[in-house]
Structure formats: C-alpha cells, structure tokens
T-cell receptor
Framework: AQTVTQSQPEMSVQEAETVTLSCTYD???????LFWYKQPPSRQMILVIRQEAYKQQNATENRFSVNFQKAAKSFSLKISDSQLGDAAMYFCAYRSRAGGTSYGKLTFGQGTILTVHP | GAVVSQHPSWVICKSGTSVKIECRSL??????MFWYRQFPKQSLMLMATSNEGSKATYEQGVEKDKFLINHASLTLSTLTVTSAHPEDSSFYIC???WGTGGYQPQHFGDGTRLSIL
C-alpha cells in the first residue's frame, strides 16, 4: 500500500514571499501521479498541480511549482509571490496509474496548514 | 468543466436517525465514485469506492452496515449513515471520475457537514 507523509503540520509565510511545502511518499510502483490539492476554509478541494511520475520535468502552474525527486520519493510544492488567497490547508496526494475498479483512488498526506501574513 | 454536486451541504439531525448524502456527476458519467471522511484540520480518509452497478469496496475499519453506499447509475452515488450517533459527526466528501486508464481527473463535491445531536 502507498503512504504519503507531510511532516509540516503548519507553515507560515509573508505576503509576496516564497514558501515550500514538503511531501514524501512510499510506493513500490514505478508509474503514478502525484498531486497537490488546496482546501480553503470553504473546504472545497481545489487541484493546484499534477505531476506524472514518468516525466522528469517538474510541473509548474503560474506561481506554483514542484520539485519532484523520484528516487528520493519526494514531492515538494513551492509557492512564489505568496498571496493572502493562498492561505489554506494543502494536501499532497498519490494516485496509481494502474487501472481497475479502484482507478482514480487518491491517498492523501496529513495536510499542511498554510498561513499568509500581510 | 465537469461538476460534481453533493447534497445536502449541511445537515443536523437527532441521534438514531438515518441520513442520506447524494453525489451527482452533472455533465459526465462517473464510472467510479469515492467517499471520504474528514475531521477538522485532518486529512481525507477514504471510506469506500463505488463502481456503478456493483457493490462498494470498503476500506478496512469502515462499517459496511453503518455506511451504506449505493451507485445505482452512472451519475448518482449515495451514502447513507444509518442510525447515526454523535461520533458519526464529520465532513463527508465525494469525488467522481470516469475511465479505467490514462489520466482522467477526479472531481470533488463540495462536501456535507453532518452534525448528530
């Protein structure tokens, strides 16, 4: 079974600064997806960024980028030019590429609460 | 884009009653739906996976008779919390997807806050 670990329960950053959220995972699979989700106080789950394990290039989405280290099984999220609206709980998630009846199943880390100070 | 509607968004009921939560895919056929439970400031814990037309697969430790899941159509899955008690109070979220291979995104409902008095 896969596991996802986020070792930072809480993080804080000043507005306009950069912050990095950590995530490690454990799997015996070679092909999978990794995600970062954002959950603001409304509790809606918002997909921030996705990385395919077979791609060496790190994914980027505007101010959000990841540092994907497959051998180390590490997947950190960097938020640049932090904004007040970035304040939320962030979850790292793993998803197998294997098909079958559990296709699409996500395994989540414990979450990191990000506070953005004005 | 694809939308998943979850209803109700908030329900308060007395201990001992049963509560049904609906998860609908509005513009796509959801071959698989997932039900998660989340306590405040904690992670989403998968409760069960439901595939249209077949019995749900429950995660270890989840009571099948307490949390009844039905996925009768490709657009609707329901979670019924039977004989609910205060310890069942939580935030329940569904997600839906389609396909069995390649990348297809999972779409989340907005969640249901369940409070049992």
């Amino acid at each position: 079974a896969q596991t996802v670990t986020q070792s930072q329960p809480e993080m804080s950053v000043q507005e306009a600064e950069t912050v990095t959220l950590s995530c490690t995972y454990d799997t015996s699979e070679s092909d999978y997806y990794l995600f970062w989700y954002k959950q603001p106080p409304s509790r809606q789950m918002i997909l921030v960024i996705r990385q395919e394990a077979y791609k060496q290039q790190n994914a980027t989405e505007n101010r959000f980028s990841v540092n994907f280290q497959k051998a180390a099984k590490s997947f950190s999220l960097k938020i640049s030019d932090s904004q007040l609206g970035d304040a939320a709980m962030y979850f790292c998630a793993y998803r197998s590429r294997a098909g079958g009846t559990s296709y699409g199943k996500l395994t989540f880390g414990q979450g990191t609460i990000l506070t953005v100070h004005p | 884009g694809a939308v998943v509607s979850q209803h109700p968004s908030w329900v308060i009921c007395k201990s001992g009653t049963s509560v049904k939560i609906e998860c609908r895919s509005l513009d796509f056929q959801a071959t698989t739906m997932f039900w998660y439970r989340q306590f405040p400031k904690q992670s989403l814990m998968l409760m069960a996976t439901s595939n249209e037309g077949s019995k749900a697969t429950y995660e270890q430790g989840v009571e099948k008779d307490k949390f009844l899941i039905n996925h009768a159509s490709l657009t609707l899955s329901t979670l019924t919390v039977t004989s609910a008690h205060p310890e069942d109070s939580s935030f329940y979220i569904c997600s839906a997807g389609w396909g069995t291979g390649g990348y297809q995104p999972q779409h989340f409902g907005d969640g249901t806050r369940l409070s049992i008095l």
